[in-house]
């Protein structure tokens, strides 16, 4: 129905029956949920993008790492099992530790030079890495994710751009342009497009570009540098997917003979000999000069080095323990992120000391909302009740009633445990032995015991109130002690904790 013509609308502040509406919550209130409705979210969201980073990091191999794409490691970022798939073909593979021993096996004819970590390989030797893709018929150099520094050093014309966050798998012609590299076309799709690379002219004729820029090949004066911006088709973890194996074999199965550098770590500066001379990595083995280059003099800006003997061999652990691996979480992340993450945990804790509460005695507070006196008992009598705490609700019963009696008796504050029992004993009429039984006496074990101790406890402290000459006279009949009491109705309750619970607010009452 509606309202009659200028009768007040039913609307907030009234409702039917005499009942009202709550109240609006106050602003602090309104501010302090919607906070929580923010920053929930908010740090739900930091928590997965920083579990994403992590796990991108952990499964993101590095070159810096140990056994990173090499030869004769079997770890899910090395390349044993694509040494062995060319060992199966007939390819010869000779793994060299530096820069030094690979160069000079790279100027024989028919070989190719495998450089994983280019970026490890001493600056001093980056101008000479390409050379023998430019000295040697047909030899190729391969380089894997070559940062813009070693480009540029090896005068190649190409620039790194457009870095991916992952590797991907595309086709040899994903941008569109048929790929002229024979070996990426027979592969197909391969995880090759993680690093973009392009050329520095528009009008280079000598460089060819596949899998949309992940894959670079540059022609040299007798042979070619292909460039790979990904390490995923060569890692043992992914070698099987897609057409990975098929593209890093052909990549390095041109020749019959393939020279892995495998670097450990960051490559030395190359020790030059003191008083001129050719310098050692420029010889071959058996003696021969390999390449005629202007050598080194003093004064040219280059360090001058001693030539040192090698170190002696380590001798072996008697224990014979391996070396425990390390954590691959430490070298995932960089130095200053656990540098952050330390400040951060430092700020946490100094933020939850500054708000923690001070250590001190107790202090009486004011309880935030009024609670009725019998609520309140109720609520703890059934958290007593709930855990069968028959020995603290007597102790609580007895402190209780031993507070009656100091105050109606007038009893000293220090006063024993059989001085207060012959004192009320005096006062009531009872056995002092008695008295003393049911104030310092062993805890009850059922509910009944409970029960039988409180109603004594009752009647010992109103006797004890009462003075002699107000006392009333009782019939000889009495029962002066619980045993002795008649058995209660079948309705009354058998508990002490079983009482009926009071209403909170009477009929009619606001909330």
């Avoid at 391969?190 to 520095?200: I, T, V």
């Avoid at 004729?205 to 070619?224: F, K, M, P, V």
């Avoid at 609580?396 to 105050?407: F, G, K, V, Y």
């Amino acid at each position: 129905m509606r309202p009659a013509p200028g009768a007040a609308p039913t609307g907030e502040g009234r409702s039917d029956a005499g009942s009202t509406t709550p109240p609006a919550a106050p602003a602090g209130v309104r501010r302090q949920r919607r906070w929580h409705r923010i920053a929930i979210p908010l740090g739900a969201a930091v928590l997965l993008l920083a579990g994403t980073v992590i796990s991108h990091a952990v499964d993101q191999p590095e070159p810096t790492d140990s056994g990173f794409l090499s030869p004769v490691s079997s770890d899910d970022a090395g390349g044993s099992r694509l040494a062995d798939r060319l060992r199966a073909a007939g390819i010869t593979v000779e793994r060299a530790t530096s820069t030094r021993e690979a160069l000079p096996r790279a100027y024989a004819e028919g070989s190719t030079l495998f450089v994983p970590a280019p970026g490890l390989v001493h600056p001093l030797y980056l101008p000479y890495l390409t050379e023998p893709a430019g000295h040697t018929d047909g030899a190729r150099v391969v380089l894997v994710d070559p940062p813009q520094r070693v480009l540029d050093a090896a005068d190649l014309p190409l620039a790194a751009t457009g870095r991916r966050w992952a590797a991907r798998a595309v086709p040899a012609d994903a941008d569109g342009r048929p790929c002229p590299l024979p070996e990426a076309v027979t592969a197909g799709r391969a995880a090759a497009l993680l690093q973009r690379y392009r050329s520095l002219s528009e009008v280079d004729g000598r460089t060819d570009h596949c899998y949309s820029g992940g894959l670079a090949r540059t022609a040299q004066r007798d042979g070619d540098v292909v460039v790979i911006g990904a390490s995923d088709p060569f890692r043992n973890d992914r070698l099987a997917e897609w057409g990975n194996a098929a593209l890093a074999t052909a990549l390095l199965g041109r020749h019959e003979r393939v020279v892995w550098l495998d670097l450990a770590g960051p490559e030395p500066p190359p020790p030059y000999y003191r008083g001129g001379g050719l310098d050692p990595w420029t010889s071959a083995p058996d003696g021969s000069e390999t390449y005629r280059g202007e050598q080194p003099e003093e004064g040219d800006g280059y360090p001058e080095y001693e030539e040192q003997a090698e170190p002696p061999p380590r001798e072996p652990d008697p224990q014979g323990a391996p070396p425990k691996p390390r954590n691959p979480l430490w070298d995932a992340l960089p130095p200053w992120f656990w540098a952050v993450l330390v400040q951060l945990a430092l700020a946490l804790l100094l933020a939850v000391l500054w708000r923690a509460r001070r250590l001190g005695p107790p202090v009486a507070e004011p309880l935030p909302v009024s609670v009725p006196a019998a609520e309140t008992v109720l609520g703890r009598a059934r958290l007593y009740q709930r855990a069968r705490a028959y020995g603290p609700a007597a102790q609580t019963l007895r402190a209780a009633a031993l507070h009656r009696l100091a105050q109606s008796g007038n009893l000293p504050a220090d006063a024993g445990p059989d001085e207060l029992a012959a004192t009320v004993a005096a006062r009531t009429g009872r056995d002092a032995a008695e008295v003393h039984d049911l104030l310092h006496g062993p805890a009850p074990e059922t509910n009944h015991e409970l029960l039988d101790l409180a109603r004594a406890l009752d009647v010992l402290t109103g006797r004890a109130g009462d003075t002699p000459a107000d006392r009333p006279a009782f019939p000889a009949d009495r029962p002066t002690s619980p045993t002795d009491r008649p058995a209660f109705p079948a309705d009354r309750p058998a508990s002490l904790f079983d009482q009926p619970r009071p209403d909170r607010h009477s009929e009619g009452e606001a909330r």
